[in-house]
C-alpha cells in the first residue's frame, strides 16, 4: 500500500485601441478581415497566416502542406517580430524553416508535432521560446544536425544539437522548464554565472549527460531538474543554491557522490528516490527537514548521520536502503514519521540497521 501511494504520488508528480483600417498597401490576396470584438486584423502572406497588431506582425499558421519556410523580415512595410502558440503545429512535411532577425519570440507548441523538420535557423533576436515550442519534433530525439541557432530557454543553443557537449551563452539568464527534456546525446554541459534559475525538468531524461557545471549564481534546482540522468555519477552543487527541489535527482542510478552546500536548508519530495549506487552523503546543518522518500532505494547507503537541526523525517524518507547498517539522528526532538516504512532495508519491509540515538529521544521511541 505504502509502495502504491509513492508511484501515485510521483505520477501526480499588446492589443491596440481601437480596430485597425485596411492598409492601402496590402494587396487584394491577404484576405484580411477586421473584427471589433478581435481589434486586429488576419491576414495570407504565400504559404503564412498572420495577424497584424498594427505595429507589428505575428505568424499565426501556415499551409499544412508546405516543405520549406522563410519567413519574411517584414510584411507589407511592418515587421514580424513573433510566433504565435501552435503557429507551424502538425506541419508534418516541413523539412525547414528560417526566421529572421527581429523575432523576438515563439510560442507555445509552435513547432509541435513537425515530424520531418531536419533544419531551422533562429536568430539570436529570440529571447523567449514557449513551453514544448519543439514537442514531438524527431531531431529532438534523434539529434540530426540543425543549422546554427541561439536559444534562450530550449532545447537548442549556440549552434549545438542535443549531441555531445553544450556551452550556453553568458546572455543566458534562465534555463526554462524541461529546456533540455530528453536529450539522450547530451554528455556534458557548462551553465554560466548569468544563469540564476534552472527550471523543472530542465535536464530530465538526459540518459548520456555525464558531467554538469552548476554556477554560483543559480539558487535552487528545481522539481525534476536532473530526474533519469542515469550516466550523471558525481555532482557538486554550489553554496548558492539554498533549495532541492522534488525528484531532483531521482532515479539517477549512476549518481555515486554528491555535495550538499550548508547553504540548503530543504531537500524535496523524492529528491535521491532510486538513486542505487549512492554510497555516502553529507547532509549539513543547515537542512531543517528531511522530506517523505528523499532516499527511497539508495540501495548502496550503508550509514547515514543525520544534523540536530533536521527537525523532521518524512515518511518512507529511507524506505528500501537495503545495506543500510546504522542511522545516526543526533536531534533527540526529531519528529520521525511514525511507520514501519521510514526506515527499512529487508525484503519484508523490516528495519536490521542500528539507529543511533539519544536517551529519551524520538530516535528511541521510534
Known amino acids: 500500500m505504502k509502495i502504491k501511494r509513492f508511484i501515485a504520488s510521483l505520477l501526480a508528480c499588446a492589443v491596440i485601441g481601437g480596430v485597425l483600417p485596411y492598409s492601402s498597401n496590402v494587396t487584394e490576396n491577404s484576405a484580411i478581415t477586421v473584427s471589433a470584438a478581435e481589434e486586429y486584423t488576419k491576414g495570407t502572406y504565400e504559404s503564412l497566416k498572420y495577424i497584424n497588431y498594427g505595429d507589428y506582425i505575428e505568424i499565426s499558421g501556415c499551409d499544412k502542406s508546405v516543405t520549406e519556410v522563410v519567413i519574411p523580415k517584414k510584411i507589407y512595410g511592418l515587421p514580424v517580430t513573433s510566433i504565435g502558440n501552435y503557429a507551424f503545429s502538425n506541419c508534418s512535411g516541413l523539412t525547414s524553416i528560417e526566421i529572421p532577425y527581429g523575432v523576438t519570440s515563439i510560442g507555445n507548441y509552435a513547432f509541435d508535432s513537425c515530424f520531418s523538420l531536419t533544419s531551422i535557423t533562429i536568430p539570436d533576436s529570440v529571447t523567449s521560446i514557449g513551453g514544448d515550442a519543439f514537442f514531438g519534433t524527431p531531431w529532438l530525439n534523434t539529434q540530426r544536425q540543425i543549422s546554427p541557432l541561439v536559444i534562450v530557454n530550449n532545447i537548442l543553443i549556440d549552434g549545438k544539437t542535443c549531441e555531445g557537449d553544450i556551452v550556453i551563452p553568458d546572455s543566458v539568464k534562465s534555463i526554462g522548464d524541461y529546456a533540455f527534456n530528453y536529450c539522450p546525446g547530451l554528455t556534458s554541459i557548462t551553465i554560466p554565472d548569468s544563469v540564476t534559475s534552472i527550471g523543472y525538468g530542465a535536464f530530465q531524461d538526459c540518459y548520456d549527460l555525464t558531467s554538469i557545471t552548476i554556477p554560483d549564481s543559480v539558487t535552487s534546482i528545481g522539481n525534476y531538474t536532473f530526474n533519469f540522468c542515469l550516466s550523471l555519477t ?133
Not at 532515479?251 to 555515486?256: A, E, H, I, K, R
Not at 533536521?310 to 546504522?326: H, K, M, P, R
Open 234 to 366: 558525481s555532482m557538486t552543487i554550489p553554496d548558492s543554491v539554498t533549495s532541492i527541489g522534488y525528484s531532483a535527482f531521482s532515479n539517477c542510478s549512476g549518481l555515486t557522490s554528491i555535495t550538499i552546500p550548508d547553504s540548503v536548508t530543504s531537500i524535496g519530495f523524492a529528491a535521491f528516490n532510486n538513486c542505487s549506487s549512492l554510497t555516502s552523503i553529507t547532509i549539513p546543518d543547515s537542512v531543517t527537514s528531511i522530506g517523505d522518500y528523499t532516499f527511497n532505494c539508495c540501495s548502496s547507503l550503508t550509514s547515514m548521520t543525520i544534523p540536530d537541526s533536521v527537525t523532521s523525517i518524512g515518511e518512507g524518507a529511507f524506505f528500501d536502503c537495503e545495506n543500510l547498517t546504522s542511522i545516526t539522528i543526533n536531534n533527540p526532538e526529531c519528529e520521525i514519521f511514525d511507520s514501519p516504512d521510514t526506515f527499512t532495508n529487508d525484503a519484508d519491509s523490516k528495519l536490521t540497521a542500528t539507529i543511533y540515538g539519544y536517551k529519551k529521544s524520538t530516535a528511541q521511541e521510534y
